[in-house]
């Protein structure tokens, strides 16, 4: 009996220290958890806002440069008052904002209401003349209207030719900088990067404060450090001792954070909180009450382990929580960029053989999905994409939705081909998404991708998303379905392509591009016909260089515009020489980019060239490809027609190697049909190939349409095209391309009888 009371009493004195010690721990410490989980929790949130800022910004300038590419297309400055209201209003209305506005380069704006007014005033209209995209708080109408803005340079064929101002609603903008967590009890400011207080939450005033450093003492550490981040733009998380200058903020200490936005060049999200306010608000909703601790100290007195478990259990929830802030993309239901690049880094410094692939994966068409279909849409489709995903990445695999059409994937590979063939599996799956239920079956989702490989000169995340991308891009170039991978030539064209970005108008203005003619032959005759006019590039340090070197580039960047009205220039100065050396004239022929053909004011400027030069616009042949006509029929018959009616003839170039079909030229109105080289290859090869082609050139017969062929190797092709009743060829057995010089003496030169197919 003694020895049970014994027992007793040592296990009451154990449980009166266990409560004795538990509860010194937990007061002890509860100060230290509310420290960490509140300061873990408020900096997330300002990196949270900060990041909802970048996102609506850089949706704003997206959707704005595509606004200046409709405003470059109808003309910028050439175009009318009426045209211009007319697409301002209409993308006024598109993009939700307040008011949006066009400027000349003479300080000229014209408002989407049909208001106009002088921009002088502005620095960031100067800016967007030297091809700066800028979104901030400045004066829209005066420098006394203080605005929310954003301005882009309009590009047109010449180079910028505007900028265009969109006023923002401040609803839209400063509607990103709430949040629900701390009631508002917070002051959420945004700022630029000279630390002008730009808007603070609503209740604050800071009409006094002419920055935000002032509402730290002169000598204050604390304003020196932060003065330093903001300026640069970075992120910082601090708690302030000592007390602030400005009464709104109480007494110190206080919890202050700042993070940068990306994107526009100025803007920067800061959060202040008195400690005391946060702590009351953190303690009755995150760390504990009275009743939990009673039960915690209970239980670890009797248990001691269960104790440690509860704790556990709120710091596991506390940490999810700031998890999901800091690496969760809701949009998509899915891991974000920050998850994929910890995962991507933590696998690839692991010490194993397993190779890797980091893939990017872009969806086709996203911002028509977006458009047309709504962000709900949108969201439904990346989550199906997210679970797809989800469920066919392997351990050590990681994948996340980064931003807009992107997925990044990293994925472990034993060869190319296996690779290929698990991307085309995923593929088959991801095209079913809107097969599911609630999905539309209105479009068909296809996807592109773009693939580099871990190595010993790729082994870090940056690297390989770098690379990626380059391989995406050349992605977007080919058809539904395209895997690129990654090359060092692909780092190459793009230096290269900078350096001919560099150069262009200097070559425009030294007159380095060249012109080289290529005859045509009459196969009735076998003498000349004309000739295709074909550009080259004279480049002072690359040498000669051939149109694929350059042309994709200018097509990108548009200056092929401008490139196309040099050549028809020069064609029409040649012409001019030659009929006033007495010579037989004969027709030259061009090809004439896609976006020159949707230019509404081309006819006219090539009129004015042919009346400058008083060349017949006979003489002149525009080609423009097949894929260009058949993807533009609507646009393109009435710029035909406009053509024809001013004596240019028109020409289908590359016929064959689109879609066009039989019944698409009876509703096209061109002269000439260049049949492509492979139709000739065929017909040599097999009577079914002879049998097409024959067929091409009736029934262009019937329709009136003179017929060349293209690529013609050696005298047998010209004489089974001659009894096809083909009308002209070019091709190599004949002649190559001439500089202007020999085509001169080959076309009209003594011997230029002699220089016949027959």
């Known amino acids: 009996m003694k020895r049970r009371y014994l027992i007793l009493a040592v296990v009451t004195i154990l449980m009166l220290a266990g409560v004795a010690v538990g509860y010194s721990f937990l007061s002890s410490n509860e100060n230290l958890m509310r420290i960490e989980e509140a300061g873990k929790e408020f900096e997330i949130l300002d990196q949270t806002l900060a990041s909802k800022m970048q996102v609506y910004t850089q949706s704003v300038m997206k959707n704005l440069e595509g606004a200046a590419s409709a405003i470059s297309t109808i003309g910028g400055e050439k175009a009318t008052k009426e045209e211009l209201m007319a697409v301002l209003t209409q993308l006024k209305e598109r993009g939700g904002y307040d008011e949006l506005s066009y400027v000349g380069t003479k300080n000229d704006a014209m408002s989407s209401n049909g208001s106009t007014y002088d921009v002088s005033f502005d620095p960031y209209y100067g800016r967007a003349l030297n091809g700066d995209s800028t979104i901030t708080k400045s004066g829209y109408l005066s420098e006394e209207d203080d605005s929310y803005m954003a301005t882009v340079p309009v590009k047109g064929a010449a180079g910028i030719t505007g900028a265009l101002r969109a006023k923002l609603s401040a609803t839209a903008v400063e509607g990103n900088l709430t949040i629900s967590n701390y009631r508002g009890r917070e002051v959420i400011l945004l700022l630029n990067r000279d630390g002008e207080v730009i808007h603070v939450s609503s209740g604050t005033d800071l009409s006094n404060t002419k920055t935000i450093y002032d509402v730290f003492g002169k000598n204050s550490d604390s304003r020196a450090q932060f003065e330093s981040v903001v300026r640069q733009g970075r992120g910082l998380f601090l708690r302030v001792d000592e007390n602030l200058t400005v009464e709104v903020f109480g007494d110190g200490p206080y919890y202050i954070a700042y993070q940068g936005v990306s994107g526009t060049g100025e803007w920067g999200v800061m959060m202040i909180m ?91 068409k996203y911002e028509y999905l977006r458009d047309f279909f709504g962000e709900n849409e949108i969201s439904r489709i990346l989550r199906e994409i997210s679970q797809i995903l989800k469920s066919n990445v392997k351990r050590d695999e990681y994948f996340c939705h980064n931003f807009g059409e992107e997925y990044d994937l990293l994925l472990s590979y034993h060869n190319r081909d296996e690779l290929v063939a698990r991307l085309k599996f995923l593929e088959g799956s991801l095209e079913m998404v809107n097969k599911s239920e609630g999905g539309s079956d209105k479009y068909a989702l296809t996807f592109r991708y773009g ?186 018959n009435k710029i035909m027609e406009q053509m024809k009616d001013h004596g240019f003839v028109v020409s289908m170039d590359n016929f064959g190697t689109g879609s066009t079909s039989m019944n698409t030229l009876y509703n096209v109105p061109v002269d000439e049909l260049k049949i492509d080289r492979k139709f000739l290859l065929n017909a040599e090869k097999t009577d079914r190939g002879q049998n097409v082609i024959q067929s091409v050139i009736e029934m262009a017969k019937r329709l009136k349409i003179d017929v060349v062929s293209e690529g013609v190797e050696n005298k047998q092709q010209a004489i089974l095209l001659r009894e096809m009743g083909c009308d002209m060829i070019q091709g190599f057995a004949f002649s190559e391309p001439l500089p202007e010089h020999e085509y001169e003496e080959y076309a009209y030169g003594p011997r230029a009888r002699d220089n016949s197919v027959w």
Request: with cysteine; glycine share 8%; proline share 3%.
């Open 274 to 364: 008195n400690e005391e306010k946060l702590f009351e608000f953190y303690k009755n909703d995150a760390v504990s009450s009275n009743a939990i601790t009673a039960v915690i100290l209970f239980l670890i007195a009797l248990v001691g382990a269960i104790g440690l478990g509860i704790y556990g259990f709120f710091e596991t929830r506390s940490r999810n929580r700031m998890y999901n802030l800091a690496y969760y993309d809701e949009f998509a239901g899915t891991m974000n960029i920050n998850y994929f690049r910890k995962g991507v880094n933590q696998t690839l410094t692991k010490s194993n053989s397993t190779q890797y692939a980091f893939v990017l994966m872009g969806i086709a």
């Open 451 to 636: 693939v580099a490989f871990g190595g010993a000169d790729a082994h870090d995340f940056d690297t390989l998303m770098s690379r990626a991308n380059m391989a995406h891009m050349e992605a977007k170039g080919k058809g539904a379905g395209a895997v690129e991978f990654y090359t060092e030539k692909m780092q190459s064209r793009i230096v290269d392509e900078k350096e001919i970005e560099r150069d262009m108008y200097d070559a425009l203005e030294n007159k380095e591009f060249l012109v080289y003619l290529q005859p045509k032959f009459n196969l009735s005759t076998g003498l000349q016909a004309g000739a295709e006019a074909l550009i080259r590039w004279m480049h002072p340090v690359k040498g000669l260089m051939y149109p694929g070197r350059f042309i994709e580039t200018f097509e990108k960047n548009g200056f092929v515009t401008r490139l196309d009205m040099y050549m028809l220039e020069e064609l029409c100065r040649r012409i001019k020489v030659w009929t006033g050396k007495g010579y037989r004239p004969m027709p030259l022929s061009l090809n004439i980019s896609q976006q020159n053909l949707l230019n509404p004011e081309f006819v006219n400027d090539a009129i004015a060239l042919t009346e400058k030069y008083g060349v017949s616009p006979n003489l002149i042949i525009f080609e423009m490809s097949e894929k260009v006509v058949v993807d533009n029929m609507g646009i393109l």
